[in-house]
């Protein structure tokens, strides 16, 4: 099989468009993800990662202040990961409905990052743990689809194949005889097929059989007699 058809097949399109839609959406996460320092009412600070605008926050908790990177100054944010690092601290996701349960530490990782200035790596970091994410949560469904998408292909080429057992010695035979006799009809080629495979097929199918593959050469000026090619290679 060359390269072309693998490339061409149903599963690499499939897998290929799976993984276009999840590095699509990884994009989109890391884009509208936002940073936060939390202050709750005891005064103990936690970094914040999450899809809320600030305001929203504010009205989902309202004993607590959040910060901005801006808002923060280094002393504080560098005595936080201190903290964190110290206590096993993770950071926090604050969302509706992506779920990040093996990818604490990436997370962590991406704040420490955006509070200490380095936009990019932080980004970098998100898009990192939602691709692990997905693709550890969707793992099954993906196998599953990418499955069944194998199976209706190959059902497809199965069905794009007369099932006559003599479909393919016929179409070489066909092809051979007209690469030697170019002025040959088809009325000919089918009566005489007909009679090599002892009437076990029709001439309507033979006909169908040369219509489907696109074998016959133009009309020429003047039909002539001819001999099927049997044995050529």
């Known amino acids: 099989m060359s390269n072309k058809t693998t490339l061409n097949h149903p599963a690499v399109n499939y897998v290929n468009s799976v993984n276009t839609r999840i590095f699509s959406a990884a994009d989109d996460f890391a884009n509208e993800s936002l940073f936060f320092i939390s202050k709750d009412e005891n005064n103990d600070y936690c970094m914040i990662l999450t899809s809320l605008k600030k305001e929203d926050l504010e009205k989902l908790n309202p004993l607590k202040k959040f910060y901005t990177r801006s808002e923060c100054n280094i002393n504080l944010i560098n005595r936080l990961i201190t903290e964190?690092?110290?206590?096993?601290?993770?950071?926090?996701?604050?969302?509706?409905?992506?779920?990040?349960?093996?990818?604490?530490?990436?997370?962590?990782?991406?704040?420490?990052?955006?509070?200490?200035?380095?936009?990019?790596?932080?980004?970098?970091?998100?898009?990192?743990?939602?691709?692990?994410?997905?693709?550890?949560?969707?793992?099954?469904?993906?196998?599953?689809?990418?499955?069944?998408?194998?199976?209706?292909?190959?059902?497809?080429?199965?069905?794009?194949?007369?099932?006559?057992?003599?479909?393919?010695?016929?179409?070489?035979?066909?092809k051979n005889t007209w690469l030697k006799y170019p002025a040959a009809s088809k009325a000919a080629m089918c009566s005489k097929l007909h009679t090599h495979f002892s009437g076990k097929i029709s001439k309507d199918t033979l006909d169908r059989w040369i219509k489907k593959s696109k074998l016959q050469p133009p009309k020429p000026g003047k039909y002539i007699g001819f001999n099927l090619v049997i044995d050529e290679k």
């Open 84 to 174: 964190m690092s110290r206590e096993g601290t993770d950071a926090e996701w604050c969302g509706d409905k992506q779920q990040f349960d093996n990818s604490e530490e990436i997370l962590m990782s991406a704040c420490v990052m955006h509070f200490l200035g380095f936009n990019q790596h932080a980004k970098t970091l998100l898009k990192t743990a939602f691709k692990s994410e997905t693709f550890m949560h969707s793992q099954l469904q993906f196998i599953y689809h990418a499955s069944n998408v194998i199976t209706k292909y190959k059902q497809k080429l199965r069905s794009s194949k007369p099932r006559n057992a003599y479909y393919e010695q016929a179409i070489k035979i066909i």
